[in-house]
């Protein structure tokens, strides 16, 4: 029983070495090799409807043991738990670290009454995090959460449902009011599409106008003054280009840190609207801060707000995020504790392209 218990644990230094890319007789790279094998897969009982949930699991030996972090990664808004490199991120920095980590499924694409934020998408992230303490020892002041597009609206929306998991929180351009995000997509405009609309209603049953409480339910903007009441660390980072090179204007993100933020460090709808319809932000929010590490010059932050316990971070990019960035700010993070944005010596990394 015990054997059978801690199965997910152990993995096999081939399971690791899966993270590089194959190479052939000549050196060359061939085809790129997924970021870790199948016998990471688990299946999980949801607690409020009973069904077995897809996962990705994994603890190092040591969680036998010792309490170590736990890192909940997650997928992207259109795909499910299959596409794997969703997860390599938050994956591949546990195996280096020591941490555990949990791939939930969440319902899969946003496209169906369960997932979009449901009820049950909800839950299944709440089982996934409980799953990992049934089978390793795992260090509840140090249980985080992080992920990008639908991931960061998800992240978001566990950071105000369940304020109570998280030592930190990262979300990476976030969706965070769907009323809003389905009007921006029926727009006529560069990186938008009716696609994401209709999935939100399927999701949600209609359209804003018809079902507007389910779109207020599943909005993390509808929960993150619970967030911010309970301190709950929180890193934000968009591209400044997201809403034209990519399905997301950046005031989804903006709004999430102005909810979580104090007043006086808020950024007003004119400025949002400005930075959206240009691409740019005005001289007088311009950031002009220390150096960080995981930025550059070819990446440079644009935009830098830091209240309360949130990081908002505007960047030269696209549809994107900075894993590297947010994982390094998960580290520092310790529960019951004000948030720890101390910058490194170093870093490294740069933009990850998010699917959508």
């Not at 870790?36 to 688990?42: A, K, N, S």
């Not at 597009?149 to 030592?167: K, N």
């Not at 609207?273 to 995981?294: H, M, R, S, T």
Request: charged share 25%; proline share 6%.
């Amino acid at each position: 029983m015990k054997t059978n218990k801690m199965r997910a644990i152990a993995v096999s230094a081939a399971c690791a070495a899966m993270a590089a890319c194959a190479v052939d007789v000549k050196g060359a790279r061939s085809k790129k090799q997924e970021p870790f094998g199948d016998e990471l897969l688990v299946h999980v009982k949801s607690s409020l409807d009973g069904t077995m949930q897809p996962c990705w699991f994994w603890a190092p030996e040591k969680a036998k043991s010792e309490a170590v972090p736990l890192v909940v990664g997650l997928h992207t808004w259109s795909p499910d738990y299959r596409l794997k490199s969703n997860y390599a991120p938050a994956f591949e920095y546990a195996r280096k670290n020591g941490w555990a980590m949990v791939g939930p499924n969440f319902r899969g694409p946003n496209k169906t009454p369960p997932a979009c934020g449901g009820d049950q998408a909800v839950q299944d992230i709440v089982d996934a995090v409980n799953y990992a303490k049934a089978h390793a020892k795992i260090d509840e002041k140090r249980v985080y959460i992080i992920g990008g597009s639908g991931g960061g609206h998800m992240t978001l929306l566990m950071a105000g449902r369940h304020p109570e998991i998280w030592a930190g929180c990262v979300a990476f351009c976030p969706i965070t009011d769907l009323a809003r995000w389905h009007a921006d997509s029926m727009l006529k405009h560069p990186g938008r599409g009716k696609g994401y609309a209709k999935m939100m209603e399927g999701a949600c049953g209609g359209t804003p106008a018809e079902k507007p409480d389910e779109y207020r339910h599943r909005s993390p903007l509808t929960w993150l003054d619970r967030a911010a009441k309970a301190n709950v660390p929180v890193y934000i980072a968009t591209g400044i280009h997201d809403g034209w090179k990519g399905s997301v204007p950046v005031g989804h993100a903006i709004r999430a840190f102005n909810m979580l933020a104090s007043e006086k460090d808020r950024i007003s709808e004119d400025d949002i609207a400005k930075i959206e319809a240009n691409q740019k932000v005005p001289a007088a929010l311009a950031y002009n801060g220390p150096d960080d590490p995981f930025y550059n010059s070819r990446k440079r932050i644009h935009l830098r707000r830091t209240s309360r316990n949130v990081r908002f971070t505007l960047f030269e990019g696209g549809h994107s995020g900075n894993y590297s960035a947010g994982l390094d700010f998960l580290s520092r993070q310790i529960k019951g504790r004000p948030a720890d944005f101390t910058l490194p010596a170093e870093g490294g990394g740069g933009e990850d392209s998010l699917t959508k």
